[in-house]
Each structure stands twice: as structure tokens, then as C-alpha cells.
Nanobody
Framework: QVQLVEFGGGLVQAGGSLRLSCAAS???????????MGWYRRPPGKQRELIAR???????NVTDSVKGRFTISRDNKNTVVYLQMNALEFEDTAVYYC?????????WGQGTQVTVSS
């Protein structure tokens, strides 16, 4: 079982920056097979969308709507994933969820609210 805890959400003015962090914990047999971590978000009244992901090899994918503004990275132990969000826009307002894929299982954080004021 993998537990994920997110940090870093909050209220920011448009054009500002936030950095989200997500730490994975659990028994070694649960964490060691993490092959991918990433971030989804759910804007108000909309469906959840994948924002960015990073593999255990460091390969990254970022969705077009945030490309050039958001950067995903991770620590060397592959247990913490970060999302650096710059030039935030009102449309980035959402609940952001961290996930980790270990083997055939997906694990989720509780979500952290990001609110961008225009």
C-alpha cells in the first residue's frame, strides 16, 4: 500500500507561482515498484485531466495547456514528485491530485486546492 500526501496548494494572484509536492510512503515492497508519478487536476465543474507525469527513468510529459509554465520533477529516490507552476492563470484553479503507479495499482493523494485570483 502506498500513501501519498500533497503539500503546497493555496491562493495566488494571476501571474504568480506555486510549487506542489507529493510524498509517497509505505512499506519498501510497496514503494520500490513505483514506475510513474504525476499530477491530475479537476477544475470546478469540469472533469479531471492529466497535467504532468514523470517515469522512474525521468521521462516527463506535460499537457499542452500548461507546457512552458509547469514543470514536473522528482527526487532521486523516486518517492517525492514536484510540480512547479509559474505564470498561473485563473483557469488553473482546480483541485490538484497526485498519483503514483506501482505495478498495476494506482494510488492517489487527497488533493490540494489551488485558487488563482484574476
Amino acid at each position: 500500500q502506498v500513501q501519498l500526501v500533497e503539500f503546497g496548494g493555496g491562493l495566488v494572484q494571476a501571474g504568480g507561482s506555486l510549487r506542489l509536492s507529493c510524498a509517497a510512503s509505505g512499506s519498501t515492497p510497496s514503494i520500490s515498484p513505483i514506475i510513474e508519478m504525476g499530477w491530475y487536476r479537476r477544475p470546478p465543474g469540469k472533469q479531471r485531466e492529466l497535467i504532468a507525469r514523470i517515469s522512474k527513468f525521468g521521462n516527463t510529459n506535460v499537457t499542452d495547456s500548461v507546457k512552458g509554465r509547469f514543470t514536473i520533477s522528482r527526487d532521486n529516490k523516486n518517492t517525492v514528485v514536484y510540480l512547479q507552476m509559474n505564470a498561473l492563470e485563473f483557469e488553473d484553479t482546480a483541485v490538484y491530485y497526485c498519483y503514483a503507479r506501482a505495478g498495476s495499482e494506482d494510488y492517489w493523494g487527497q488533493g490540494t486546492q489551488v485558487t488563482v485570483s484574476s
